[in-house]
């Protein structure tokens, strides 16, 4: 019954996610003749589980296949809640994970890092288009980690850099983000693993509200609330004035290069004041995102504003980085103001071409929020070329 009940909520939103989803749910209530496979399954059902599990059989397989997108595009709120509710979206992470190694060897893209004075950002491309980061003070030899969901690239980047990781910044909940805290914290035994309490983060060590500032060395770290994507979802904006450098902004799912998360877990007026909270710093923030979604994200730009010039010069930008699989991160928020549609909900070109115009009260913000969510429908129907 189960399986029927999980398999109908998924109707409409892909046949293949209905027939894994049976496969999973026949496979917890499997007969006496399946229970090795079923015990097989359960012996890794926690992040207690070992190192490199075993694959999963070909009926459990939960891998995106159309450009590697992450396990839940395009789906329904029946698989979101499995995902993030139960051991199963830990087992999709750990496939993931291990079919991005084995497909991206040296990762998806080819990065970059920044340096500043005594400052070091160092992208590392994990899973099949995840960002995480390392912030090294390069004076004390200390780093934090930003989402370090494989944590067998981030342990590799630390020891190439010769650092101590002494801090772990997780943005939100979701696998892709935070698998890595386990490992990470088990293996550097002084490191503390920070985030928000509301978001059920593994291995939270640390807890940290709206404007709470972590200090690493001479880093100074404020975590800034943005419920949406998840209730708890935090970004990190480290300090530029210390090292006299531009401010940078550690968006994890909350923003990306023109485009924003989906809303799983709040409203459009949510997402809509978490925006406004990044809209609220300096242009030259630099922004470093959670996802390699930059030309997808644009062509999706250029269907809702299609004159607009920023956007038509970004693209050609991204699309030569692309073809050489290079990062696309990072952009200034003072560009994303130009041609991010999500962040442009005040303009009135955009207003007039998808929004409703101002409620009956003529209040702005109410129409403002109702536009951004046509503008995330429309995204989420969005066919990219």
């Not at 979101?80 to 830990?90: E, F, K, N």
């Not at 496939?95 to 500043?116: D, E, I």
């Not at 038509?312 to 692309?322: D, T």
């Not at 952009?331 to 115009?357: D, I, K, V, W």
Request: a positive charge; one cysteine or more; hydrophobic letters at 30%.
């Amino acid at each position: 019954m189960a399986a029927v009940v999980a398999a109908t909520a998924l109707k409409g939103r892909g046949a293949r996610n209905a027939r894994v989803l049976r496969g999973i749910l026949s496979g917890a209530t499997a007969n006496k003749a399946s229970q090795n496979r079923t015990r097989a399954l359960q012996s890794h059902s926690s992040p207690e589980c070992k190192e490199e599990p075993e694959p999963l059989s070909p009926e459990l397989e939960y891998i995106p296949r159309k450009r590697g997108k992450n396990p839940m595009k395009a789906v329904g709120l029946a698989w979101y809640s499995l995902y993030t509710r139960t051991w199963l979206g830990y087992l999709f992470y750990r496939q993931q994970l291990r079919r991005a190694r084995n497909r991206y060897p040296k990762g998806h893209s080819k990065t970059q890092p920044r340096l500043f004075n005594g400052v070091k950002v160092l992208p590392i491309p994990v899973l099949s288009d995840n960002y995480s980061y390392l912030i090294i003070d390069t004076q004390a030899r200390l780093a934090v980690a930003v989402d370090p969901s494989d944590p067998r690239a981030v342990q590799a980047s630390i020891e190439k850099e010769e650092v101590t990781l002494v801090a772990i910044l997780c943005t939100h909940k979701h696998w892709d983000h935070s698998g890595g805290n386990r490992d990470l914290s088990r293996r550097h035994r002084d490191c503390r693993v920070y985030g928000s309490p509301q978001d059920g983060i593994p291995y939270l060590t640390h807890p940290l509200c709206h404007q709470d500032v972590v200090s690493v060395g001479r880093l100074q770290i404020r975590a800034l609330a943005t419920p949406g994507h998840t209730q708890g979802h935090l970004v990190y904006l480290l300090d530029g004035e210390p090292y006299k450098g531009p401010s940078c902004l550690f968006s994890g799912d909350l923003l990306f290069l023109s485009g924003c998360g989906r809303t799983f877990e709040g409203t459009a007026e949510t997402m809509l004041s978490s925006l406004d909270t990044v809209l609220g710093l300096g242009d030259d923030t630099l922004l470093w995102p959670g996802h390699e979604y930059a030309e997808e994200n644009l062509g999706f730009a250029g269907v809702v504003e299609p004159e607009n010039l920023a956007r038509e010069r970004k693209m050609q930008w991204v699309q030569r980085q692309r073809m050489e699989r290079r990062s696309t991160c990072p952009s200034t928020l003072g560009e994303e103001r130009s041609y991010n549609p999500f962040l442009r909900t005040h303009c009135l070109a955009l207003q007039e071409a998808l929004g409703p115009g101002p409620g009956p009260t003529g209040d702005d913000g109410c129409s403002r929020a109702q536009l951004l969510e046509e503008l995330r429908r429309l995204k989420d129907t969005h066919k990219s070329k």
